[in-house]
């Protein structure tokens, strides 16, 4: 059974920071493509940014150049590091692994930035 958990969530001020840890209980972890997604009250869920299985990266427009995904596959984990946190940023963030048909989530964390 496949399952992903997501941690780090929080309350922020804006301006600060969190790093989202995504652990994947599954096999042959490294040949998946991982990555981060949210939703925020009232909207779609949106991408954040991806990793594929070679450790290339993309990211929204909105979190450029202040977030950071990695991934280790020694642990079996994938991160999220998020700076310069802004209210908009507010959602639940949600960890996902594809590759090919296979496409699995976690249940979410919820970072909220408030002063």
């Known amino acids: 059974q496949v399952q992903l958990v997501e941690s780090g969530g929080g309350l922020v001020q804006p301006g600060g920071s969190l790093r989202l840890s995504c652990a994947a209980s599954?096999?042959?972890?490294?040949?998946?493509?991982m990555g981060w997604y949210r939703q925020a009250p009232g909207k779609q869920r949106d991408l954040v940014a991806t990793?594929?299985?070679?450790?290339?990266?993309n990211y929204a427009d909105s979190v450029k150049g202040r977030f950071t995904i990695s991934r280790d596959n020694g642990k079996n984990t994938v991160y999220l590091q998020m700076n310069s946190l802004k209210p908009e940023d507010t959602a639940v963030y949600y960890c996902?692994?594809?590759?090919?048909?296979?496409?699995?989530w976690g249940k979410g964390t919820l970072v909220t930035i408030s002063s």
């Open positions: 990793i594929t299985s070679t450790g290339r990266t």
């Open positions: 996902n692994a594809k590759k090919l048909a296979m496409d699995y």
């Open positions: 599954i096999t042959m972890f490294s040949i998946y493509n």
